[in-house]
């Protein structure tokens, strides 16, 4: 459970993943129709994040490491 728990975070700070979306099996069985829709979700605030940092090194900026982009 402990490798579950701390997978997110090694994929944000050490991959450099902007999110991960996580499905549990109780939402699984229970909200798999919401299930592509988180996912697409997910993907759009990733691809925000990637395109504001190519902005930023393409100009020259220096780029933020990805917790200082996430709140857009």
């Known amino acids: ?8 975070a090694l994929l944000r700070t050490i991959m450099g993943w902007p ?4 499905f549990w ?4 069985v ?8 988180r ?8 691809e925000v994040v990637c395109v504001e940092l190519m ?3 393409r100009a020259g900026m220096p780029v933020a490491e990805l917790s200082d982009v996430e709140s857009l």
């Open 39 to 46: 996912v697409d979700e997910a993907l759009i605030r990733a």
């Open 19 to 22: 999110e991960v979306v996580r």
């Open 25 to 28: 099996l109780p939402a699984w």
């Open 1 to 8: 459970m402990a490798e579950q728990d701390s997978a997110p």
């Open 30 to 37: 229970h909200e798999r129709a919401a299930m592509p829709g």
């Open 55 to 57: 902005v930023r090194a």
